[in-house]
């Protein structure tokens, strides 16, 4: 399988040259929110309004994938429903390390870890091979930047880039005001059937109501 949308939604976010991931918590929504995307594009996982239906178990042979399957099964309980919100908040905070050790494998980056005040691991993830986020950035630009066509798969990483607000890591080089317009547009496009842009609507409400509680837990 090519690299997942919560791959390319984590590279986007990663200094290329340090390593240091930027933006984490906003990061940790889209990540799950790629993995849940990508779930649904398997034909996985169905989400209709507030809850996600896990509908076929088989595996993809994607691990990254698989692996959330299996949590996603175990958090059911036996239900055969839960709640978009629930599960992307219980998943968020996992789903970083889950998709970092992926690129891991791919050798798409390397791990190295450092110690801070001498003492404490830090883990950071360099860039090892360039080409994957190079093509990722160059079909972003022509999509958002350039107005071609997105085909399915790249305006679902759009809507969830623009749902988690990170336009400033997707175009650091570009007017803000454009992008997010853009970004804006491509999400409420005819870019697919509507089961998927039902589900990335669903998920997005879900990311907007999961973040605005986790900042008023915050500010509490």
């Given at each position: 399988?090519?690299?997942?949308?919560?791959?390319?939604?984590?590279?986007?976010?990663?200094?290329?040259?340090?390593?240091?991931?930027?933006?984490?918590?906003?990061?940790?929504?889209?990540?799950?929110?790629?993995?849940?995307?990508?779930?649904?594009?398997?034909?996985?996982?169905?989400?209709?309004?507030?809850?996600?239906?896990?509908?076929?178990?088989?595996?993809?042979?994607?691990?990254?994938?698989?692996?959330?399957?299996?949590?996603?099964?175990?958090?059911?309980?036996?239900?055969?429903?839960?709640?978009?919100?629930?599960?992307?908040?219980?998943?968020?905070?996992?789903?970083?390390?889950?998709?970092?050790?992926?690129?891991?494998?791919?050798?798409?980056?390397?791990?190295?870890?450092?110690?801070?005040?001498?003492?404490?691991?830090?883990?950071?993830?360099?860039?090892?091979?360039?080409a994957v986020e190079a093509e990722l950035r160059d079909r972003l630009r022509?999509?958002?930047?350039?107005?071609?066509?997105?085909?399915?798969?790249?305006?679902?990483?759009?809507?969830?880039?623009?749902?988690?607000?990170?336009?400033?890591?997707?175009?650091?080089?570009?007017?803000?005001?454009?992008?997010?317009?853009?970004?804006?547009?491509?999400?409420?496009?005819?870019?697919?059937?509507?089961?998927?842009?039902?589900?990335?609507?669903?998920?997005?409400?879900?990311?907007?109501?999961?973040?605005?509680?986790?900042?008023?837990?915050?500010?509490?």
């Amino acid at each position: 399988m090519a690299v997942t949308l919560a791959e390319e939604i984590m590279l986007v976010s990663l200094d290329d040259e340090s390593g240091s991931a930027r933006q984490r918590q906003a990061v940790g929504w889209a990540v799950a929110g790629g993995i849940l995307l990508e779930l649904v594009l398997a034909g996985k996982v169905s989400i209709a309004g507030k809850d996600l239906e896990l509908t076929d178990r088989t595996p993809t042979g994607e691990e990254l994938l698989d692996e959330r399957t299996a949590l996603m099964e175990t958090w059911l309980r036996g239900r055969s429903k839960g709640r978009v919100v629930q599960w992307l908040t219980k998943d968020q905070s996992k789903a970083v390390a889950a998709t970092l050790q992926s690129l891991c494998r791919r050798g798409v980056v390397v791990e190295t870890e450092h110690k801070a005040l001498g003492i404490f691991p830090v883990h950071r993830y360099p860039e090892a091979d360039g080409a994957v986020e190079a093509e990722l950035r160059d079909r972003l630009r022509a999509v958002v930047l350039d107005g071609a066509e997105p085909d399915t798969r790249t305006a679902g990483l759009v809507a969830l880039l623009h749902s988690a607000k990170l336009h400033a890591l997707a175009f650091p080089d570009s007017p803000r005001k454009e992008v997010v317009a853009r970004m804006s547009e491509i999400s409420a496009g005819q870019w697919s059937d509507e089961a998927i842009r039902a589900a990335i609507r669903d998920m997005q409400a879900a990311m907007t109501a999961a973040t605005a509680a986790a900042i008023a837990a915050a500010a509490g």
